[in-house]
């Protein structure tokens, strides 16, 4: 028979030790939070820019994509190219796009065409374009992290705006930029 002393002190380590690992600690400091942070590029307009979007989190990051001073816009198709290893593509909302903010129907296509990159398409279904007096959200794209460290860029490519003429002409002059991810 063990001793009552004994007995108490036994128990004692079993219930810090249980506590311990129900906590996920192992009696040192605390890890830091992994923060996803999203930095945008801007330059001047017509332009298609990005920001950091509401809804971002430690390990979400919301990016809304936005044109500038762009007129007649039916449709907007590009990829988007971002380090795999770094983030990941989640999902995409186009609710509140300006591209159906006079009740036109907005038909989003988001493929992952290949590793790291996103090919995306959204056109109204309707025979006029829209102008984007100002700047205004055309989607959000939202990656989680999938690194505990890194950096990554966030780069437009095959950028295209179309107008609404018959064939539909891209618009010229409008320059695209993209940004960066970082991740603490």
Known sequence: MIPSIQRH???FTFAI?????????????AAPLIVLTYAPVSGTSPSVTTASGSGSTDSIAV????VTDVLDVLSASFTLDFDRTTVAFLDFDTTGSHLGSDGATVQPIVQQTQTGQLTIGLTRLSATGIDFNGSHRLISVRFTRSASSGMSTLAFGNTHLLDDMTPPQSIGGV???GGSFRID
């Open 9 to 11: 002190r036994l128990m």
């Open 175 to 177: 320059q695209w930029f």
């Open 17 to 29: 030790a249980t506590l311990l690992a129900a906590c996920g600690s192992s009696g040192g400091p």
């Open 63 to 66: 990016v809304d994509i936005f």
